[in-house]
Antibody, heavy 120, light 106 residues
C-alpha cells in the first residue's frame, strides 16, 4: 500500500523557519514526481511546490517562490519543504502528495497532513 | 492564472438521488481536470482524472464529463459514504482548485 507520512509542523513566529518532511512507502519513490499542497479554511486547496523524481526540476507557486524550497532524498524515501520568512498567511495544513503524471500536477496519493501555524 | 469556479457551494441530497456538481474554468483547459473527494479531518482523495477517467477502485456510480471550460461530476445514486466535499482541479497550467462543493444529507 502506498503511504505518505508528513511531520515537522508546529507553531512558529512570523519571519521564522520550519522544515517539513514526508516519508514515503509502498512505491518506488525515486520514480515519481512529488508535491506539497496546502489547505486553509479561507483560501481552500493551494498547490505549493513540486519536484521531479530525480530532483532535477522544481517549481513553486508565486506565493511561496523565493521563500520555500522543495527537495528530496531518494535514498531515504523522503520529501522535504524548507519554509523560510514565514508569514501569517502561510498558516495551513500542509499535505505531501505523489504526482499522478511526470509533467502535470494531478495528485494521486496524499499524506494525512501536518498543521503549520504562523503567529506571534 | 486559471480560476476554477464550482457550483453549487452546498448541495443537499438524499441517499439514492442523482447529483451533479459543475466546475467552470476561466479559460480552456482541454480535458486536464481532476476531481477529489474530502471528508472532515482527512486528506483529499483522487477520484477522476482527464475529466472523465475513474481512478482505479472508485465506484462506477461516479462519472465525470466535459472539456474546454465546463465540466461536471455526477453521482448516479448517492450512497451514505458519498457525503463529503468535492473539489475540481485544473492541471493544464500548473494547478488550481475550485472552492469546493459540500454535499450534505437532506
Amino acid at each position: 500500500e502506498m503511504r505518505l507520512l508528513e511531520s515537522g509542523g508546529g507553531l512558529v513566529q512570523p519571519g521564522g523557519s520550519l522544515r517539513l518532511s514526508c516519508a514515503a512507502s509502498g512505491f518506488t519513490f525515486g520514480s515519481w514526481a512529488m508535491s506539497w499542497v496546502r489547505q486553509t479554511p479561507g483560501k481552500g486547496l493551494e498547490w505549493v511546490s513540486s519536484i521531479s523524481g530525480s530532483a532535477g526540476s522544481t517549481s513553486s507557486a508565486d506565493s511561496v517562490r523565493g521563500r520555500f524550497t522543495v527537495s528530496r532524498d531518494n535514498s531515504r524515501n523522503t520529501l522535504y519543504l524548507q519554509m523560510n520568512s514565514l508569514r501569517v498567511d502561510d498558516t495551513a495544513v500542509y499535505y505531501c502528495a505523489k504526482n499522478f503524471y511526470d509533467n502535470r500536477l494531478a495528485f494521486h496519493i496524499w499524506g494525512q497532513g501536518t498543521k503549520v501555524t504562523v503567529s506571534s | 492564472d486559471i480560476q476554477m469556479t464550482q457550483s453549487p457551494s452546498t448541495l443537499s441530497a438524499s441517499v439514492g438521488d442523482r447529483v451533479t456538481i459543475t466546475c467552470r474554468a476561466s479559460q480552456s483547459i482541454s480535458s486536464w481536470l481532476a476531481w477529489y473527494q474530502q471528508k472532515p479531518g482527512k486528506a483529499p482523495k483522487f477520484l477522476i482524472y482527464k475529466a472523465s477517467t475513474l481512478v482505479s477502485g472508485v465506484p462506477s456510480r461516479f462519472s465525470g464529463s466535459g472539456s474546454g471550460t465546463e465540466f461536471t461530476l455526477t453521482i448516479s445514486s448517492l450512497q451514505p459514504d458519498d457525503f463529503a466535499t468535492y473539489y475540481c482541479q485544473q492541471y493544464h497550467s500548473y494547478s488550481t482548485f475550485g472552492q469546493g462543493t459540500k454535499l450534505e444529507s437532506k
